[in-house]
């Protein structure tokens, strides 16, 4: 049972346009939200993050937005460059989850055309 | 410098042979996680630890084990690996904490191929 879903495997962008990412869960005590980015033999690393009171979270070129009506959340990347090339997970917790404990998407593999 | 070390980075290895893959962090974190990277099933959580002696199970625990005997060091056991457990490992910690929480400090993966 996927809880937190990425239903595209991949997202082909040129330089300077907006990639947006998208992921979508289904259990409703999710209350936190990350995404973190990794390039291929390297691991992981966190991106940005956004809390269920807020709708919206920006960190310069990026920005967070989230529906939790629509159980929805998208990462948007303006403007993209090719160093953003990498694949994108969408991560979610809950508040009673133990800890860092976190349930991750399938993950998008975006790729910036120069 | 901060970081995530997980040794080997590549494993080849036979059905039924005992195998640890190591793991050790450098930044007194309390937690630590073991997750497995599968196309198509994204990042699972095998085992987790939130201090010394303290782990439990994530969602994919089947044929592993864990252990934290030492605050920086949470290996991953495989007593009898199986075809079904290739697939790319990752170690990850952070401290504990409230809210959205610390982000997750991942090691750089391991390869592992049981054949």
């Known amino acids: 049972d996927q809880q937190v879903k990425q239903n595209s495997p991949s997202l082909s962008v040129q330089e300077g346009r907006i990639s947006i990412l998208n992921c979508d869960y289904t259990?409703?005590?999710?209350?936190?939200f990350l995404w973190y980015k990794k390039y291929p033999a390297e691991g992981p690393t966190f991106l940005i993050s956004?809390?269920?009171?807020?709708d919206k979270n920006e960190d310069g070129r990026f920005t967070v937005f989230l529906n939790k009506s629509a159980k929805h959340l998208s990462l948007h990347i303006v403007p993209s460059q090719p160093g953003d090339s990498a694949v994108y997970f969408c991560a979610a917790r809950g508040k009673e989850t133990s800890g860092s404990r976190l349930t991750f998407g399938e993950g998008t593999q975006l790729t910036v055309n120069p | 410098e901060a970081q995530v070390t997980q040794n080997p980075r590549y494993l080849i290895t036979v059905t039924g042979k005992k195998l640890t893959v190591t793991c050790s962090q450098n930044m007194n974190h309390e937690y630590m996680s073991w997750y497995r990277q599968d196309p198509g099933l994204g990042l699972r959580q095998i085992y987790y630890s939130m201090n010394v002696e303290v782990t439990d199970k994530g969602d994919v625990p089947e044929g592993y084990k864990v252990s934290r005997k030492e605050k920086r060091n949470f290996p991953l056991i495989l007593e009898s690996p199986s075809p079904n457990q290739t697939s790319l490992y990752f170690c990850a910690s952070s401290r504990l904490g409230t809210g959205v929480g610390p982000p997750l400090h991942f090691g750089n993966g391991t390869r592992l191929t049981v054949t």
């Open positions: 259990n409703s005590m999710f209350d936190y």
């Open positions: 956004i809390s269920s009171i807020k």
